[in-house]
């Protein structure tokens, strides 16, 4: 069967195509979502696609992907720079993550430049917009490829 990737986004970013455009592009999180899910079916990967302004429901759908869930790629919008609660329910379900922003949080205001996610995620793409996502899924599709190292043998 195939691998199930949770696809998490945070606050705001159902408005995605009218918020501002200017830092966030016009593609919508439906149109997004429909390239992300394409992208991971060329990898036989199935993509689970999910967006919530509560706190709450993202931890408790982060709870629900131990054992349904081979990884998660999480843009938690503004809880990314506040939110110790996603943080550790990211580090209680022991699954890979992958981070994605739409924007560059690195060439805004001071108070993007922390996130609580990467302190758990594997790896951060970011300021590529919605291709982002499909980037994510390509580096997840890799970390499921990569094998555990076989011990060296002995000369
Ligand atoms: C965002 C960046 C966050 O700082 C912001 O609060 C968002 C969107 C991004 O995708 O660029 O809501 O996560």
């Known amino acids: ?42 990898l036989g990967l199935t993509v689970d696609f999910r967006q919530s302004n509560s706190e709450s429901e993202l931890i408790e759908w982060i709870h629900a992907a131990r054992g349904k869930c081979a990884g998660l790629i999480v843009n938690a919008g503004a809880y990314t720079h506040t939110s110790i609660a996603l943080l550790d329910a990211l580090r209680a379900v022991a699954l890979p993550v992958i981070e994605v922003h739409l924007s560059n949080i690195y060439a805004r205001e001071d108070f993007r430049r922390y996130s609580y996610v990467s302190a758990v995620a594997n790896g951060l ?14 580096a997840m599709a890799r970390l499921f490829e990569r094998k555990p190292q076989s011990p060296k043998k002995k000369k």
């Open 1 to 42: 069967m195939a691998k199930v990737i949770l696809v998490l986004n945070g606050p705001n970013l159902n408005l995605l195509g009218t918020r501002e455009p200017s830092i966030y592009g016009r593609e919508t999180l439906d149109e997004i979502g429909v390239r992300t899910k394409a992208r991971a079916e060329t």
């Open 125 to 138: 793409i970011s300021g590529f917009g919605g291709h982002g996502y499909e980037l994510a899924i390509e």
